[in-house]
């Protein structure tokens, strides 16, 4: 049954499908509670783009060796895309991509069993950018690292607690 979206709600789908934008940056994840466990299987990134193309070649260049390292299962090519990646919202930063690139950045240093480094990632879009809505989120997956992989609870209580306190109206308050 069709259901109305709270404004909270809303504004977290419009940043994380970026809809009605051009090029189009999307976590491949779905709006449920359980969006933090999606998150870390690791979520796909989409990137959307018609012509003529504004995605630039250094994106494609990535894009390129992650499919490659899926390919080949070459965790060396996966940790090159990575720094890749980590390399091009340093030198290109976009407040209206970041978010979502660290995010798959998180998930990505999960994929490859970074545990430190996913958290780090995840951590940054808290910092970085706190009106995001991927905060939320973001520090859940950190939560969860800590938890389940890092066997860190208190340390994993902080980032739930953070989330409730930073993200109070988010649907990710609820699942912390």
């Known amino acids: 049954t069709p259901v109305l979206f709270s404004d909270t709600e809303w504004s977290f789908v419009q940043e994380l499908y970026q809809l009605g934008e051009k090029p189009q940056v999307a976590l491949l994840i779905s709006i449920s509670p359980d969006r933090v466990e999606e998150l870390l299987k690791p979520a796909p990134l989409f990137i959307y783009d018609e012509q ?58 999960y994929y490859v069993n970074d545990h430190n480094r996913a958290v780090r990632a995840f951590s940054r879009v808290s910092k970085e950018y706190p009106k995001s809505n991927l905060g939320g989120l973001a520090m859940n997956a950190v939560g969860l690292i800590y938890e389940r992989d890092l066997k860190d609870t208190e340390k994993a209580k902080d980032a739930y607690t953070a989330t409730v306190m930073l993200y109070p109206d988010s649907p990710d308050a609820v699942w912390a």
């Not at 299962?73 to 990575?82: E, L, M, P, S, V």
């Not at 980590?86 to 209206?96: A, V």
């Not at 690139?101 to 998930?107: C, E, V, W």
């Open 52 to 109: 003529p193309r504004t995605v630039p070649a250094e994106l494609e260049k990535i894009i390129n060796i992650i499919n490659d390292a899926i390919k080949n299962n070459d965790i060396q090519r996966h940790n090159r895309a990575i720094r890749e990646l980590e390399r091009l919202i340093k030198n290109h930063p976009n407040p209206k991509y970041n978010a979502q690139f660290l995010t798959f950045i998180g998930a990505y240093y």
